[in-house]
């Protein structure tokens, strides 16, 4: 079989490829591979079940049909300034008119017109001023937030649009190696997730956009294959869990504050990511049973918690270039304290140097959301660097936001991001393998939806311009 487009990974950066060629009224014929399921036939057993039950041959919270973003808490950043380092490679101005355009799609597809965090008033400027005295920046972004439910039913429509206008979307097939010829790229070699029916599957050009969770399997890939990249950031971290009264004015004023930290005495980048008020800590698997934590909100369906994550940033140098196991190790010891599920702490207790006991946190203020979370002792787990900058990031918090370093506020381990590898390319998008590209979280440039949908914009322009200079 050739294809003229061939997308590995139906997540935000794949889709949104063949939706900017489709917009520009491409002809080229366009396969999309989805190791996972269509949006529809998607579901988490969680909810009847109770617990995580480790579904195989992968989690569907993480894979299918728009990849992580279904059941994301389904936050689309407006700011060029947030979601990772793709400004670098195209240029801030160009990347934030790429989000208004792409922002616009995702609102012909259903979402919400309203946005969140455009309050200009005392109150900002007062959380500014707490901020600044503590040490730590307040990042202004503007959200537009869909909530997990709506989510799912605005990438829907874009799975209906894409099979609608042509684009043929495989659904069950994993992509196991790329074929190359000399220096070209030339398709993939694909299989079910049981490892049967291996086909060669050619095209002109390949596009990997595996999500985070594809971020292993790329790393490698480009290390058997030549292609040029080198080892990035690795965040590591907890997710946060506090009453909403704690959260209320950051709610009100910006419904995601975005803060940034370089805390004594590492002075590494802490921040913290994805803020959900009245949402839920959930849990995500990936193939290799690593369980890592995260978090949901919903338009309709509210708890009495916030939550959100903070991260420390990690930076690696010759001879070390594996920050995504070194993550994953740290992964792996928590989830063994934990019998494979998360681990919880309150964080008094961590300032104590002792574990939590369940019968403390069934008396407490802060009720964890995360159901089959199990109380124990992050600290010997985490290394001491990461704990380092967490405790203090928290206390400096403590300074804007009175209260979100009491000794009742819930930490969930592990939190971890796998965007580390970062392919090498020009601001063209162009690497150094012909007809091969890179998008999305897994190619370590953009963090989250929207940067990962705007680089496929990007994309899709570059591929439908070239085809329009050779007709």
């Known amino acids: 079989m050739h294809y003229d487009c061939l997308i590995v990974g139906a997540g935000p950066a794949g889709i949104f490829t063949a939706i900017q060629l489709l917009r520009r009224g491409s002809r080229k014929r366009i396969l999309i591979l989805e190791k996972g399921q269509p949006i529809e036939k998607r579901r988490c057993p969680k909810g009847t079940a109770g617990r995580c039950v480790s579904c195989r041959p992968y989690c569907h919270i993480t894979t299918g049909f728009s990849g992580a973003g279904a059941y994301s808490d389904g936050k689309l950043s407006l700011s060029h300034e947030v979601g990772g380092q793709l400004p670098e490679l195209v240029g801030a101005a160009f ?3 790429m989000i208004d355009y792409t922002d616009g799609i995702y609102l012909e597809f259903g979402a919400e ?3 969140e965090g455009l309050v200009e008033d005392e109150r900002l400027k007062g959380i500014r001023r707490r901020a600044i005295r ?5 990042v202004d972004c503007p959200i537009r937030h869909m909530g997990t439910e709506k989510a799912q039913q605005i990438y829907g429509a874009i799975q209906e649009y894409l099979i609608s206008k042509g684009v043929e979307i495989r659904f069950g097939v994993n992509c196991v190696d790329l074929l190359l010829n000399d220096s070209q790229c030339v398709g993939v070699i694909a299989e079910k997730p049981d490892g049967t029916d291996r086909e060669e599957i050619r095209a002109r050009d390949t596009v990997i956009a595996t999500g985070r969770r ?4 790329l790393e490698k890939t480009c290390q058997e294959h030549g292609i040029a990249h080198q080892p990035g950031t690795v965040d590591i971290g907890v997710r946060v869990e506090v009453r909403s009264e704690v959260m209320e004015e950051i709610n009100d004023v910006l419904y995601e504050g975005k803060f940034i930290g370089y805390p004594h005495p590492f002075k590494d980048r802490v921040r913290t990511f994805c803020q959900n008020p009245g949402g839920f800590v959930s849990q995500e698997n990936y193939d290799d ?3 890592v934590v995260n978090g949901h909100s919903f338009k309709d369906r509210k708890s009495e918690n916030t ?3 903070i991260l420390s940033s990690h930076n690696f140098n010759i001879p070390f270039n594996q920050p995504i196991a070194y993550a994953k190790k740290i992964g792996e010891l928590t989830n063994m304290l934990a019998n494979g599920h998360i681990l919880v702490q309150r964080f008094g207790d961590i300032l104590d140097g002792k574990r939590t006991w369940e019968n403390e946190l069934l008396r407490a203020n802060v009720k964890p959301t995360l159901k089959d979370a199990v109380a124990g002792d992050i600290t010997a787990a985490m290394p001491y660097r990461a704990m380092t900058n ?3 990031f928290m206390q400096s918090m403590e300074l804007v936001v009175p209260g979100f370093a009491s000794p009742e506020t819930l930490l969930y381990s592990p939190e971890l991001k796998f965007y580390s590898n970062r392919v090498r390319m020009d601001e063209r998008l162009n690497t150094n393998i012909r007809g091969f590209y890179s998008l999305g979280d897994s190619s370590g ?5 929207m940067m990962a949908s705007v680089m496929g914009v990007i994309l899709g322009d570059r591929l439908a311009d070239a085809e329009k200079a050779e007709a």
Do not use: K
């Open 113 to 115: 017109p309203s946005v």
């Open 95 to 97: 990347c934030q008119d």
């Open 445 to 449: 440039w953009t963090r989250g939806l």
């Open 390 to 392: 967490i405790v203090a």
């Open 289 to 291: 049973d690593l369980a």
């Open 214 to 217: 594809g971020a292993d399997w």
């Open 307 to 309: 939550n959100l994550s």
């Open 134 to 138: 503590a040490g730590l920046r307040l």
